[in-house]
């Protein structure tokens, strides 16, 4: 379901406010009639809300196409969310870095716990 919808996004979706949207993941209920799919993009809140505004208007488009090209018995309705993993992760490793530099934090000189260390 991830590449299909990557690939109405980038071959058949027209919308300029969808321009450069990668999809990350798609989580698909049990019963299969509703599907979040996290999507990335970079910019600030109003890029966000432009791509939110986007899949507004592209989101029958696409439920419609996503039921033909997977020959799906029930359409899943579809709701679209900011993946907002990769800024935790960037937030978390600049949390770490602080923390070592302050002398918090130890590690050698490779960044790895060594074996002769704990002997």
Request: negative net charge; charged residues 35%.
């Given at each position: 379901?991830?590449?299909?919808?990557?690939?109405?996004?980038?071959?058949?979706?027209?919308?300029?406010?969808l321009a450069g949207i990668t999809v990350s993941v798609v989580?698909?209920?049990?019963?299969?009639?509703?599907?979040?799919?996290?999507?990335?993009?970079?910019?600030?809140?109003?890029?966000?809300?432009?791509?939110?505004?986007?899949?507004?208007?592209?989101?029958?488009?696409?439920?419609?196409?996503?039921?033909?090209?997977?020959?799906?018995?029930?359409?899943?309705?579809?709701?679209?969310?900011?993946?907002t993993s990769y800024e935790y992760g960037d937030h978390m490793?600049?949390?770490?870095?602080?923390?070592?530099?302050?002398?918090?934090?130890?590690?050698?000189?490779?960044?790895?716990?060594?074996?002769?260390?704990?002997?």
């Amino acid at each position: 379901m991830r590449v299909v919808l990557t690939q109405l996004l980038q071959f058949e979706v027209n919308d300029p406010r969808l321009a450069g949207i990668t999809v990350s993941v798609v989580r698909l209920t049990a019963d299969r009639s509703h599907a979040r799919i996290y999507f990335s993009l970079i910019g600030d809140e109003e890029r966000e809300r432009q791509a939110d505004d986007g899949f507004t208007a592209a989101s029958s488009f696409m439920r419609r196409e996503l039921g033909r090209r997977m020959r799906l018995r029930t359409i899943p309705s579809l709701e679209f969310l900011r993946d907002t993993s990769y800024e935790y992760g960037d937030h978390m490793e600049r949390v770490f870095q602080k923390l070592h530099d302050d002398g918090i934090l130890a590690s050698d000189e490779h960044g790895e716990d060594s074996e002769e260390e704990s002997k």
